[in-house]
């Protein structure tokens, strides 16, 4: 397992911006494959993103067009850029990661996790 920890979470107006970072130990970062879910209240967690260890993304549809993932191996880090933001983005952002290369959409597959950063999208 890796350790994980999020940053950049905030308060934004609808139609801005915000990066979310993840920072992971280990050395083993680039044989990860890497996600981003968020879990809004009242709500399952759901997939937002997701990075093969190879490079492939993978989006949600409601994301897609406007969240981009990316990674930093030499800083072993995560990145989400988040634009256009809506007010239905506003939850909490958990990072993940996993090892294998099958379904990166699903949760359970994850076996590590970050504590979660909010991001709240004002209108």
Known sequence: ?????ESGGGLVQAGGSLRLSCAASGRTFT??????F???PGKEREFVAAG???GTTYYADSVKGRFTISRDNAKNTVFLQMNSLKPEDTAVYYCAARRGGSDYTRAPLYDSWGQGTQVTVAS
Do not use: F, T
């Open 1 to 5: 397992q890796v350790q994980l920890v």
């Open 31 to 36: 044989s990860y494959a890497m996600g981003w």
């Open 38 to 40: 968020r879990q809004a």
């Open 52 to 54: 093969s260890w190879s």
